[in-house]
DNA sequence: CAATCATACTAAACCGTCCAGTATTGTCAA
DNA sequence: TTGACAATACTGGACGGTTTAGTATGATTG
């Protein structure tokens, strides 16, 4: 269970040394929420380093005693905002997991999937950022590269290879290996296309890139070619 | 044709001012190479904006005066670095990629082709390097990003798609796409092991990743599946 | 004599702290 | 219900100490 730790209520006490809790989301201040959107924000256009707490002050529209109210320094505020993204993008990914229904045919179910992950990271720009940010600092902060590795992105990755292992049209596939070809090929894509600006460069439908991934996957499993 | 800008000669004249010169990468001097790797290890440690010019100095073993006579500035001289890792990267890429050979089986170019990459990006550090770097400042240098992939991806691209179209096995496949799937299943798994630090949270054998990607991409082209 | 080194310097930015003052809100007595 | 008062949240600005990019100066070396 992720709890947005190194947050610290606003309550400045007799001895001017408010203590921090670990809250879980509900919790949050509303002007919790306000702080960490600016910083979104700006951490986003530069960078955990070059990300100045004034600018993020003036982003969120507070004062900087006000952010330093609520969030002990820099670095904390920077894991809080990550694990609130990550947060928001656990329900996102699990709210669009089309409920793995055996009826429906698989190849529906991928698609569904894939048209989901595309439309949501396209329109949530939120995403894509947490995605960059974490690899960009992964380095400066391993642990948290990791905790997003844990927390996002192997539960999608257990249940794709989940959901290949129930059906028997993928019986002679990996389960593990076909979670990764799918979610490293769209991950890839909308690196490639959004994160790089490769758009122009290396131009692909979104269609015809899910079209094809599909067509690959499923074929690939109803093939009954020997190993 | 890429070449080396924002390169001055060490030449300090009389005004003080030494003009820069585009060279390629040929006429670098061997200095410039020493600033150039000692920049990467400071970049690669601490980031764009931590990296202070101080550090890159030191890690070079080269006095400020002399980065300063190479580099005009520091955003310059970052763009000189990843513009020397990006012909580095072709330069090993372009090494790597076996000859398409209309004759040796499909399956074992593939297989020879993820081999290659996942063993050279295993071992050399500089690539992967490379790419978290890019990701992690595309936002900051969109310009770089873009000459990342257009001299980096594109070719690598390109030549795949160019080779799935040539071989009669995969005419049932989109080649560009076929092209996204294979690159980008690779690269989505080293950004996950090895930049993410994944590798105990989500473990998968790279051969075990190699086999089904291949029979993935084999089995598909060999269907008779209807689209 | 060109290249380099070592060092010192400037001007600016940064983090985190601190404080005087201002809204906002609630409490409670009259 | 009203008015006084207290607690809390916040502002805005200033500050100390540190770090930074980039320049300047003089010594050193081959």
Known sequence: MLTVSHFRTPTVNASNRPKSFALSPGDMTQKAGVILAGALEVFTTYGYTAASMDRIAAGAGVSKSTLYSYFHDKERLFVSLIQWLTQNTNQIIFGLRTDLDPETPPDQVLRQM??????????????????????????????????????????????????????????????????????????????????????????????????????????????????
Not at 132 to 143: A, C, K, N, Q, V
Not at 207 to 226: F, H, K, P, V, W
């Open 114 to 227: 894939a048209n989901a992950v595309l439309a949501e990271f396209s329109a949530n720009q939120s995403l894509l950022t947490l995605m960059r940010l974490m690899i960009g600092e992964s380095e400066r902060f391993p642990d948290l590269a990791k905790t997003f590795v844990r927390t996002v992105q192997k539960p999608l990755l257990d249940h794709l290879a989940l959901y290949f292992a129930s059906q028997p049209q993928f019986k002679s596939l990996d389960p593990a290996v076909s979670a990764r070809i799918f979610a490293g090929s769209l991950v890839h894509y909308l690196i490639i296309q959004n994160i790089l600006h490769g758009r122009d460069i290396v131009p692909l439908d979104p269609d015809r890139m899910i079209d094809g991934l599909i067509y690959t996957i499923m074929a690939a499993g109803q093939s009954s070619l020997e190993a």
